[in-house]
């Protein structure tokens, strides 16, 4: 059964750093993009990073450049994000997304992407 789990989320001052992890189960992370997504409450979700299969292309949106950071150990089968200098309006459930595809290039796009976690909450306090 193909499952991803993200794990690393909490409770984090301003300025803090927090590391989400987001492990594969019943299949291998190497073929495979990876996104990462954030939904506030009474927000639509919105795309924050992803990075390709191979580790060697990555993205971010603009409101988390410079800031956060993506990658990957698929000898792990996990992604990861770094995030620094957190600010009060990340506070979010953070979702990790995969998708298995000939492209090359990942996308931060929700509809994108086939299979999903259940999510971890990060709050900022300010």
């Known amino acids: 059964q193909v499952q991803l789990v993200e794990s690393g989320g909490g409770l984090v001052q301003a300025g803090g750093s927090l590391r989400l992890s987001c492990a594969a189960s019943?299949?291998?992370?190497?073929?495979?993009?990876i996104g990462w997504f954030r939904q506030a409450p009474g927000k639509e979700r919105e795309g924050v990073s992803c990075i390709n299969n191979s580790g060697g292309s990555t993205k971010y949106a603009d409101s988390v450049k410079g800031r956060f950071t993506i990658s990957r150990d698929n000898a792990k089968n996990t992604v990861y994000l770094q995030m620094n200098s957190l600010k009060p309006e990340d506070t979010a459930v953070y979702y990790c997304?995969?998708?298995?595809?000939?492209?090359?290039?990942?996308?931060?796009?929700?509809?994108?992407?086939?299979?999903w976690g259940q999510g971890t909450q990060v709050t900022v306090s300010s």
């Open positions: 019943g299949f291998t992370l190497d073929y495979y993009h």
């Open positions: 997304a995969a998708l298995r595809t000939i492209q090359s290039m990942c996308r931060i796009t929700s509809t994108w992407y086939d299979y």
